[in-house]
């Protein structure tokens, strides 16, 4: 299970998060990996992290050779980057020939974007 953390964050903001998933039974069969190849960096868009998250995924998944299924838990702009991530992961041809896709959860995720605030002396 991937855990991508949201705008400014930390991999370790997902560590509740984290320890109440290994504390279900059977985890010992469950590899959870809080996402820090961004950290500090989602200022600089989706598609930077994303490309980041990527990579970091690619690199776990050379690293644990017998993971047959990921999974993705995304907070806040962590489930955008997680939805670039597995995009990229698709286009790369991961799901055909690497792991099987399992799970994608998101939460406080601004699917449909955000509302911009008013500037001050202007709409």
């Given at each position: ?6 705008v ?5 903001d ?5 320890r109440?998933?290994l ?7 469950c590899?959870v990996h809080p996402?820090t190849s961004y ?6 868009g989706i598609?930077v ?28 702009m962590?489930g955008?980057?997680?939805r ?6 698709e286009?790369r041809?991961?799901f055909?020939?690497?792991v ?5 959860m998101?939460?406080a ?6 509302r ?8």
């Amino acid at each position: 299970v991937i855990l991508a953390h949201g705008v400014l964050g930390y991999g370790t903001d997902m560590h509740a998060v984290e320890r109440e998933l290994l504390a279900m039974p059977q985890s010992e069969r469950c590899l959870v990996h809080p996402a820090t190849s961004y950290e500090g960096r989602t200022r600089d868009g989706i598609d930077v992290c994303g490309t980041l998250l990527t990579e970091e995924v690619l690199a776990l998944l050379e690293k644990h050779s017998g993971l047959q299924t990921i999974s993705f838990l995304g907070h806040s702009m962590g489930g955008l980057i997680s939805r670039f991530c597995i995009g990229q992961l698709e286009e790369r041809g991961t799901f055909e020939s690497r792991v099987r896709p399992w799970i994608y959860m998101s939460f406080a995720t601004p699917h449909y974007g955000t509302r911009r605030l008013a500037q001050k002396g202007g709409n």
